[in-house]
Nanobody, 118 residues
Framework: QVPLLEFGGGSVQAGGSLTLSCAAS????????MGWYRQGPGNQRDMVAR???????SYADSVKGRFTISGDNTKNTATLRMTNLKPEDTGVYYC????????????WGQGTRVTVSS
């Protein structure tokens, strides 16, 4: 397990923007996949966006065109820029560091809350 530090989050009105950042607190020699997941009402964590060390990205359909994820594998960081936020984006967002693109097995951050009011 690699400790992950999360920054950002907070409260914003619908249509606003927020940026989430995640950093591995120790060198992972270039991450494989970093991503952000949102915890749903059933405590499941749904993928919001992911980025590989090679720059490949993936987004949930609900955030395409509004969210942008970027990664820096020299600094072991990933940033999620969220724009045109909607109330349904509200939730606790968790950073994930995974070893493969196929799953999210790896390390998790402690979560940061995003609240979007209408």
């Amino acid at each position: 397990q690699v400790p992950l530090l999360e920054f950002g989050g907070g409260s914003v009105q619908a249509g606003g923007s927020l940026t989430l950042s995640c950093a591995a607190s120790e060198d992972v020699y270039g991450f494989n996949v970093m991503g952000w997941y949102r915890q749903g009402p059933g405590n499941q964590r749904d993928m919001v966006a992911r980025v590989s060390s090679g720059g490949k990205t993936s987004y949930a359909d609900s955030v395409k065109g509004r969210f942008t994820i970027s990664g820096d594998n020299t600094k072991n960081t990933a940033t999620l820029r969220m724009t045109n936020l909607k109330p349904e984006d509200t939730g606790v967002y968790y950073c994930n560091l995974a070893t493969t693109w196929d799953n999210n097995i790896g390390s998790w951050g402690q979560g940061t809350r995003v609240t979007v009011s209408s």
